[in-house]
């Protein structure tokens, strides 16, 4: 983790990491004002912090009350040697605490991560440096062997060099990596959370087999999403790169709607038309880009191959970020190899999302086909040596598809939890199934997987492959564990041979597209300095339903996101026109607001929490609508979950409007005692929010301009930086 600390009056200091501020001064005996902890104080405080987490983890898993559970710390100084401290942590426990869970509480702490940190004595490097973001990959602390190579399947590159020329892509573009986790809970599974240092909303997960797979993995998957824009899906870029030669790439055009909003000729082809616009309904106001926000530019769209015959078709951007998100992208050291990972991806998702939802029971991997795959096998024994049994299922459909299946049961909970892998060599498939299971999770994360169920309506609902897609975590059929499989088990084999093995492979994925009857579109992107793609094969890789363009689209932010960053300018008819479009557009009450138009507010204020239900309350409060306001009011205090200040002032606000709205009530006869409940501060937030004086109490003044709002610069600064190159490789493609 990156924090970067600014010097402040007198002793004080700052330092900022991700979303947070941390102050630390001295004490008056030391020459300092003893405005805020110092930073021993808050080493020695983050142990006893850790501990408490881990006892608070290990209760709550266990439905155990924490109640009248107490810890403490105290560090104990040696004479002779101040920097060799004892530290020590004593936990309070219930009498009537059970042996077992007094000693499970008593591992749970040993198991704090600070502690382990100070136990194994980090490294210190202390160096001076020219520009702190100047050095990219500096905190990659996985640097394998330059003259190692080591070959895997699926790989066109050793490891090490496939390695090098990831991270010297990403340090070219200025973009500084770092490690924020390892997880190794059993043998041949690793698994790492990757982000950028600056910009950590950017951010993988890497799998594999071994540590350098596994950090192959992730910074694939970050290229992958840098060359096609992933990051910032959804996201305003603002005004100047609405404005800018490109916006989402040099190769974009922009095609301008037609009359009476139809779409315009030359975008998408018949192909494409009849799956996405199969009624006519689509609009091609449906289809702006909700990044640019530039209605009057027009439509912006991408160009695609079309593989059944090498015609280029250009989809719109906002299309695809709608309909199939992370989907069929890849990064790779040869475009074959990136588009083997993709196809793998779109059958590993399209056929489980078949087997799932038509509650398909898999038949098993045959014990001698396992054994083939030793390493794979440590890993299956070592999860049922913690209770954890394990299904190996061919989920191939009877040799189709290059599919396979680990699942794993939690008898501790009843939760089960279907992992899915593809690739042309079935060992591939099998490795990923394995490590997917247990990509960032420890072995408490998976006390949260839900129950199987007999309801099909729940495993058929359509957000439940949602949940599948992004993490694995939806609902399963109990039907999917019936012993009678659908299929006969079929130790497949798609792998090519020989020097070309890869181009082979790919071919052959194409060729089980195209006897499905099944069009694929592709687009490569080589601007940043390494090889990524895209596939899309329209009415089969979408995760979400096409009807979401026309009733669930991105771009209805452009509706809401100029009035919602200037609300502290509009006038009272502005204002009930906002009130208005967020009444009529059938918005989730729950939706937060960061969500709908597009911004990276910071998750820690008011802005970071709001909902579109808060943002109607404050806007009635504003119009001195108060019968509506505290009808909200009550909602909020009922239904929504946010920080406990911002609770109790809309307990303050309740107590306020009841009294106001009351016919034989008088604020003045109250007053006092809601000072000494609420305090002054927060009641008179509350009496001006009735009044007219404070309107929209807690959000800070934005703009379009974006110039408050420093988590959202900063991943646009992240976007920037690919701008600009991209920009460069444009300038030098357009003078050859």
Partial sequence: MEIKVNFLDKLRLEAKFDDFTVLADQPIRYKG???????????????????????????????????????????????????LQTIKIQVELPADMSDK??????????????????????TFIVEAVDNLDADAQALLTLSPDAQAQTFIAGKDLPLEQTIANMTAVLAN???????????????????????DAHSPMCFTNGKGSSKESALASALGEYIERLNNNHFYAGVFFGEDLAQADFV??????????????????????????????????LRASHLFDTNSGNTERGICALPYVRQSDGEVVYFPSNLVENLF?????????????????????????AVKREILEGEMALPDVPQA???????????????????????VKDASLGGVYPVMCVTLMNPRTGGVFASFGAHPRLEVALERSLTELLQGRSFEGLNDLPAPTFISNAVTEPNNFVEHFIDSSGIVSWRFFSAQADHEFVEWDFAGQGEDATAQEAATLFGILQAMGKEAYVTVHDQLGATACRILVPGYSEVYPVDDLIWDNTNKALLFRADVLNLHRLDDEALEALLDRLENNELDDYLDIATLIGIEFDDNTVWGQLTVMELKLLVHLALQQLEEAHELVGAFLQYNDNTVERRLFYQALNVVLEVTLGEDL?????????RRMFGDERMDAAIGSVGGSVRFHGL????????????????LDSYKKLHAARARVAAKRALV
Wanted: glycine share 6%; aromatic share 8%.
């Fill in 33 to 83: 004002d003893g405005s805020a902890p110092g930073p021993f104080d808050y080493f020695l405080a983050s142990s006893a912090l850790c501990a408490a987490y881990f006892v608070k983890l290990y209760c709550e898993t266990r439905g155990i009350s924490t109640e009248h559970i107490r810890l403490s710390q105290n560090n104990i100084v040696d004479p002779d040697n101040r920097y």
């Fill in 101 to 122: 869970d007094r000693q499970g509480i008593l591992r749970s702490i040993d198991r704090c991560t600070v502690k382990k940190a100070i136990q194994a004595g980090p």
């Fill in 173 to 195: 573009l200025g973009i500084k990596i770092e490690i924020a986790s390892w997880r190794n809970l059993v043998p041949n599974v690793w698994s790492l959370h990757i982000r």
């Fill in 248 to 281: 989402h790439d040099p190769r974009e055009r922009w095609f301008q709607p037609g009359k009476r909003d139809a779409l315009p000729k030359g975008l998408l082809d018949a192909h494409s038309l009849s799956i996405y616009n199969p009624d006519g309904e």
């Fill in 325 to 349: 998100v992370s989907n069929g992208m890849s990064a790779g050291n040869t475009l074959v190899e990136a588009q083997v990972q993709c196809l793998s991806e779109i059958f590993e998702r």
């Fill in 369 to 391: 086909v396992l054994a083939k795959y030793p390493g794979i096998v440590a890993g299956i024994e070592a999860l049922e040596a913690q209770g954890f049994p394990v299904l």
């Fill in 666 to 674: 008088a604020l003045e006869d109250y007053v006092v005692n809601f």
């Fill in 700 to 715: 800070t003044p934005t703009s379009l301009q974006l110039e408050t709002l420093d988590r959202h610069q900063r991943l």
